[in-house]
């Protein structure tokens, strides 16, 4: 595996992720996840930043997706999956309302198809360089 590839794509992953969370559930969709002022936005980080890890390592270990489109569509994919998997916990646990559950899978879906087409290309230009 291409490290700088992994690294590179995994922190700006990480970064572009948290900043479409900021986007979307602080600015847009704020009522899907109403803000107590106690969150822990370190925390908050570094699961963007582990999910974008996970992307980057199964586009460049298994999948060898390295395009912008591929990634995208890769992307939505795993995030279609796992924000359905996610939400299923949290509405068990009465965390979501029922009526944001495919609001929330489509806001994931998005931001999914965004990180993945950001770390596919990032991977596919650094490969080329390394």
């Known amino acids: ?9 995994s922190v700006v992953g990480g970064i572009v992720y948290f900043l479409l969370g900021w986007l979307f559930y602080g600015i847009l969709f704020s009522d899907i996840y109403p803000s107590n002022g106690e969150e822990n936005l370190l925390f908050v980080f570094l699961g963007c ?3 974008a890890v ?5 586009f460049l270990k298994w999948a060898n997706i390295s395009t912008l489109i ?3 569509k890769a992307g939505g994919i795993i995030a279609f999956f796992t924000s359905i998997s996610t939400n299923l916990f949290l509405m068990s646990n ?3 309302a029922p009526e944001n559950f495919m609001i929330d899978v489509a ?5 999914g198809a965004i990180v993945g ?4 290309f990032i991977i596919g230009k ?3 360089t390394s």
Do not use: D, E, R
């Open 126 to 128: 650094t490969k080329a």
């Open 54 to 58: 996970f992307l980057s390592f199964v």
């Open 70 to 72: 591929s990634g995208a």
């Open 1 to 9: 595996m291409n490290i700088k590839s992994f690294l590179i794509s």
């Open 107 to 111: 806001i994931m879906i998005v931001c």
């Open 94 to 96: 009465k965390v979501m």
């Open 49 to 51: 930043l582990v999910y």
């Open 117 to 120: 087409g950001i770390i596919a």
